[in-house]
């Protein structure tokens, strides 16, 4: 089920509207004729769509937003036209990039409304994996009512694994001023009630989208157009046959060694803006060894042509590690490495093998092992689907890191948070909504906490480990000794 509190991908730009459902739209429009055929098992690529209806295939999604603007947007263009009407559901005056306004006032004046809609899409499902919500984090309606369904869905629905794609604001691309706020407070939900976060930071989407185009001012349209192609390679396993059966909940277990660090940062190789498929690390057509002397005996032993694809694997996997490519504004060879996801996808399915990629991928960790935490021994987690993400593209991957680095984002904007708050600047359009200064101190904390959490495990070494642990084996071994007698 996808729930789009601010339908943020669709929102200020219609035209990204259009480029990102019409990946959905064309899939539906191959598939819609033939549901009545379907046999069981029913195809991945029918989690995220109802398919009740005999003749016709709707996302199961739900579009919110505190203002009539946006929503109506997308019902008056084609992809529109995808929505069930019924799961269309909006304010009259918005949230005025207000986080209080979405959480206390106009979002809440909502939320029946989408607790019920939410309710009977649940009620629709057989088996319900994952809830996820796609909205910013810098406005009101995204970041208060996003908090306020994830609060609800947290109390009501403890069981289903919540997923966000959220969008960190930036200077470089947003001017309003209360945006450290609105994050901040919003941090404090998704750091404490939801279980995974899709980091995608506008600062580094603009980066990208500058560098890599023609363009002098990239649009919302080029920011999204990434975010979307990120989003298609993280649910790609999801919704494909893959090598492994990936899904939401397989996905956290592997890449969540503590509950509170489950922030991801993404990459993506190649990067595609519009139609352009960006190389921007290396060719793809570059011979093998400049760029893999230490290919393993198996792999340099293959014939010419296997040559140049077990090239195209390390070439791949250099890009998806550049922190170039990264969708956040960190690098992350500052941090450590403490889990990752690659999700690849390729046409070819005679000859790429989950070993292949595999093995490029253990040469890349094993080269770079300074930057992976040593207390974890196997970081990485693969899948590969056949289905590739548009035909031309015959090979390309998603990569899920949980990288400590991601502390230098939250300092960022938690920086801007604290200069404001020392002066209560702003914070009266705060308390008009019958929120408590209280909470601004208390979202203050937990970030400041997040941030100590991912630095400690970022300097902890298998030594520091070993000694909590003889301290804790002592400590608890004396406290057995003391009930004893
Ligand atoms: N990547 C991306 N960022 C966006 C887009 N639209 C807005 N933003 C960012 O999201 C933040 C503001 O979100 P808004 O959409 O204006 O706010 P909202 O959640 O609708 O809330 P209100 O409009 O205040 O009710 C800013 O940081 C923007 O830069 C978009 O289409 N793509
Ligand atoms: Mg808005």
């Known amino acids: 089920m996808t729930s789009s509190p601010n339908a943020r991908i669709h929102s200020h730009d219609s035209s990204h509207n259009h480029t990102f459902q019409s990946a959905h739209a064309r899939a539906l429009q191959r598939k819609r004729y033939h549901t009545a055929s379907f046999s069981s098992p029913i195809p991945h690529d029918y989690h995220f769509i109802d398919d009740n209806l005999p003749s016709r295939l709707i996302p199961r999604a739900i579009l919110i937003d505190t203002e009539p603007g946006t929503i109506n947007n997308i019902q008056s263009c084609r992809s529109g036209e995808l929505f069930s009407p019924d799961n269309m559901i909006y304010g009259t005056s918005g949230a005025g990039n207000n986080w209080a306004k979405g959480y206390y006032s106009e979002g809440k004046e909502l939320l029946d409304t989408i607790n ?33 369904i994830l609060s609800t869905l947290h109390d009501e629905y403890p069981n289903i694994l919540t997923s966000t794609y959220s969008v960190i604001p930036s200077s470089k691309v947003s001017d309003t001023v209360i945006e450290p706020y609105n994050t901040v407070l919003s941090m404090n939900i998704l750091t404490d ?33 990434l975010i979307a192609n990120a989003m298609s390679g993280i649910t790609s396993t999801i919704r494909y046959p893959s090598t492994v059966n990936s899904n939401y909940r397989k996905l956290a277990v592997n890449l969540i060694p503590f509950p509170r660090l489950h922030f991801y940062m993404i990459s993506q190789a190649p990067l595609i803006l519009g139609r352009e498929i960006m190389t921007s690390s290396h060719s793809l057509s570059a011979p093998i060894h400049h760029h893999n002397p230490t290919m393993t005996t198996s792999s340099r032993s293959s014939s010419s042509s296997d040559r140049y694809r077990a ?36 046409s070819d399915s005679s000859s790429l093998s989950l070993i292949a990629i595999q093995e490029a991928l253990l040469q890349l960790t094993n080269r770079y092992s300074h930057n992976f935490t ?38 960022r904007i938690l920086n801007q948070y604290t ?50 642990r003889t301290m804790a084996e002592r400590c608890y071994g004396e406290e057995e000794t003391e009930t004893l007698f």
């Open 116 to 148: 019920d809609c939410i309710h009977k899409e649940i009620e629709q499902c057989d088996h319900i994996q994952a809830i996820q919500l796609i909205h910013s984090l810098g406005g009101g309606t995204g970041s208060g009512l996003g908090s306020l």
């Open 193 to 225: 009630l939801v279980h995974q976060v899709f980091s995608f930071d506008n600062e580094a989407l603009y980066h990208l989208a500058m560098t890599n185009m023609t363009t002098v001012s990239p649009s919302y349209s080029d920011l999204n157009r």
């Open 311 to 346: 090239f195209d694997i390390m070439d791949i996997s250099h890009q998806l590690f550049d922190a170039k490519n990264f969708m956040s504004a960190v690098d992350p060879r500052y941090g450590k490495y403490l889990t990752c996801g690659g999700l690849f996808r390729s």
């Open 374 to 411: 040593e207390w974890i021994p196997n970081h990485m987690t693969v899948s590969l689907s056949h289905t590739p993400m548009i035909p031309s593209n015959t090979f390309s991957a998603t990569l899920i890191v949980n990288n400590t680095a991601i502390q230098e984002i939250w300092k």
């Open 419 to 468: 200069v404001m708050l020392r002066r209560k600047a702003f914070l009266h359009w705060y308390t008009a909504e019958g929120m408590d200064e209280m909470e601004f101190m208390e979202a203050e904390e937990n970030m400041k906490d997040l941030i100590t959490e991912y630095q400690q495990y970022q300097d902890m070494t298998s030594n520091d480990q070993e000694e909590e």
